[in-house]
């Protein structure tokens, strides 16, 4: 059963139209994925949301009149509010009152699947809730569930500080173990001279799909926002037979909670450990130049700015107009198309070709275990058997560090 939920939201002074509207898009987008019926939007202009309210008193009593019209169950904010303006909110309303980091917050509890997700989701939602416990109680007591109360929001968490002290430090115990697990994982992976791909992109770019088609997988996708949450990763092999490791992750958005960077900084170290960067862009999206930006900015903050890129503008069956990449080195494809597919693992063993060493080199023929440590770990281009000598003479490329180039 869905919940009628009216949307309210502030233009700030410094937001342009344009902006907000696709901001406002993808509020309705998010409320719709966690399984909201929007029924209204109210907006405001104002220089800055009202300190104690968010919006202004008249718009509060065109709330109520809504809220009796269109039976109206939830009210959820386009800005992350403070712990006074919900409870103010919710008095004057008589509704519980979510806002963006917290309806993201429950759309990551709802998917979480492997026990490290559902541990950082958690960690997230009650380092989110901890210092706004006291405007929390209506949406906390809010019969049969419903959105905002996923995880954590189902216990009367505002009567216990303690209890969610002890919570936190449990989780932040257990993730360590994963950390360290996943610490010990990359490890062995740079020990085996493994090269790594990582996909990044804006949320509901086509990660997924471009994920499934290049290695033949089955991770979930589909057309919602954060369809992928815990992180994924396959073998894929480049056209020279190299077979590196590539891996999924959640998407991006702007304005994320805080809180949920923090929480799956451990997941989004797969970026930085990266040898190379995919950064899916959905081409067809009318704000890709800003969903872009906010994948590059967060790429920054991650300290992951330094890894060569490929940018992937995704979806381009939908754009009927000329499209100009923006970011270079770029390709422009259809996740869903074979042809480009195989256009990006052809730009990816160029791109590989540059980060690495060429070398040359003579293996003996009774040296099989050798010749094919060559051809699992480098980019061959070109191979032949000398009769006369027995061996093989190998042309490629290797990283610089890797121990076949002191062989």
């Known amino acids: 059963m869905k919940e009628n939920v009216l949307i309210i939201a502030v233009q700030k002074k410094d937001n342009d139209d344009t902006r907000f509207h696709y901001s406002m898009e993808e509020i309705k987008s998010l409320t719709e994925t966690a399984k909201g019926q929007v029924k209204e939007v109210i907006t ?27 039976d109206i169950q939830l009210i ?22 979510i806002d963006r980091s917290q309806l993201i917050l429950d759309i990551f509890a709802n998917r979480a699947t492997t026990s490290e997700g559902k541990l950082q989701v958690e960690l997230a939602q009650y380092q989110y809730l901890l210092p706004r416990l006291h405007g929390q109680g209506l949406a906390l007591s809010r019969l049969g569930g419903g959105i905002g109360t996923r995880g954590p929001g189902e216990t009367k968490l505002e009567s216990d500080r303690r209890h969610i002290n002890r919570r936190i430090n449990e989780i932040k115990r257990k993730l360590t173990t994963v950390v360290n697990q996943r610490k010990q994982y990359r490890k062995r992976r740079r020990l085996n001279h493994i090269f790594k791909i990582t996909i990044v992109g804006y949320t509901n770019a086509g990660k997924s799909t471009l994920f499934n088609r290049l290695t033949q997988s089955d991770s979930f996708e589909e057309d919602q926002l954060f369809a992928t949450l815990d992180p994924m990763s396959r073998k894929l092999k480049l056209p020279s037979g190299l077979m590196p490791i590539i891996t999924d992750t959640v998407g991006f958005m702007q304005d994320l909670p805080t809180e949920l960077i923090a929480a799956f900084r451990s997941t989004l170290e797969e970026v930085t450990e990266a040898d190379l960067i995919y950064h899916v862009v959905d081409a067809s999206h009318p704000d890709h130049d800003q969903q872009q930006a906010t994948v590059v900015n967060l790429l920054k903050e991650l300290e992951a700015d330094h890894i060569p890129m490929l940018t992937i503008y995704n979806k381009m069956d939908r754009v009927d107009y000329e499209f100009v990449p923006l970011l270079k080195p770029a390709l422009k494809v259809s996740a869903l198309e ?23 080199r003579q293996v003996r023929a009774d040296q099989g275990k050798l010749l094919q440590q060559y051809k699992q770990q480098s980019i061959i281009i070109n191979e032949e058997f000398i009769e006369a000598e027995e061996t093989y003479r190998i042309e490629g490329y290797l990283p610089d560090n890797h121990p076949l180039m002191r062989s």
């Open 44 to 70: 405001q202009k104002r220089d800055q949301p009202h300190p104690a309210t968010y919006l202004g008193s008249g718009k509060i009593a065109e709330i109520n009149e809504l809220i009796e019209d269109e």
């Open 76 to 97: 959820v904010a386009n800005d992350e509010l403070s712990a006074s303006q919900m409870r103010n909110l919710q008095n004057q309303t008589g509704r519980s009152i």
């Open 338 to 360: 074979a042809d480009d597919r195989s256009q990006i693992l052809h730009e990816t063993e160029k791109l590989i070709k540059k980060i690495w060493t060429r070398y040359e």
